[in-house]
């Protein structure tokens, strides 16, 4: 099976970094800056629309500035605030060794996207790393996937996508892609169910129960416990 892998809230917690570089951006450009605490639903969607909704404003230029001024933080400070999810390694591993072909499929640049998986020692486990560019192109989970599965040669039937939040979701399903809702990030049961969400998982180490269920023909239902779709709106943190 092919697996693609979310980056922010499904491999490591961004937390500190994201939302400490907005606040340096805001306050740098001299606008209202919310408690970091506030920050949380940045963490997922495009740092360009995050910022737009930021500043209150269409100005492209000023949201333009926004972002520079966050990626001149982000890029030698703000990756590397960042922390494994436990057990993130070892599920990887484990995946691996059992003949599944790993992707890492991320709304973040590349550029970046790849010095974080180095810096945790994950490259190993990853064929490719797919990510944005600078520019914006393929930030948009549905074109990010669509391109993967063009570059790669891979059919959506066989493949996976693993993440915490709507926009994995929705990426997923415009591509015909299983989606993998993760609970430990920063999406909510409600959220992925109505984005399409396939089933759930609350831990990394449910990823091999998961796939393995998925490896025995199970592809077509959602397994039972322990891993299985829930109604309940308990979000992660």
């Known amino acids: 099976m092919n697996i ?4 922010d809230g499904t491999l490591t917690d961004p937390y500190q970094g994201i939302t400490r570089c907005i606040s ?12 970091q605490m ?5 963490i997922g969607p495009p740092l360009k629309n995050s910022f737009a909704k930021l500043l209150a404003s ?6 333009e500035e926004a972002l520079s001024i966050y990626r001149e933080r982000f890029g030698t400070v703000g990756l590397f605030e960042n922390e494994l999810y436990e057990g993130i390694p070892d599920a990887l591993r484990i995946l691996q060794e059992e003949g599944h072909i790993l992707y890492v499929a991320t709304s973040k640049p590349t550029i970046y996207a790849k010095q974080i998986i180095e810096h945790f020692g994950l490259q190993q486990y990853f064929r ?12 948009d989970k549905k074109d990010l996937i669509s391109h993967i599965l063009l570059s790669e040669g891979i059919t959506s ?5 693993v993440g915490d939040r709507k926009y994995d979701m929705i ?6 892609v299983y989606g993998v809702g993760v609970l430990w990030g920063y999406g909510t049961c409600d959220e992925l169910e109505a984005s399409g969400a396939n089933v759930f998982i609350r831990h990394p180490r449910e990823l091999t129960i998961l796939f393995s269920e998925l490896s025995n023909k199970y592809l077509n239902r959602i397994p039972e416990s322990p891993v ?3 109604n309940s709106s308990t979000g992660a943190g």
Do not use: Q
Request: net charge negative; aromatic share 6%.
């Open 228 to 230: 299985r779709k829930s």
């Open 38 to 42: 506030n920050l949380k639903w940045c």
């Open 58 to 63: 269409e100005d492209d230029k000023l949201v």
């Open 157 to 161: 039937s066989e493949t996976h996508m």
């Open 171 to 176: 990426g997923a399903k415009a591509n015909g």
């Open 24 to 35: 340096h951006a805001l306050l740098t450009l001299d606008r209202p800056t919310p408690p």
């Open 4 to 7: 693609l892998f979310d980056l």
């Open 128 to 139: 490719t790393i797919y990510g944005s560019e600078l520019d914006g192109t393929r930030s």
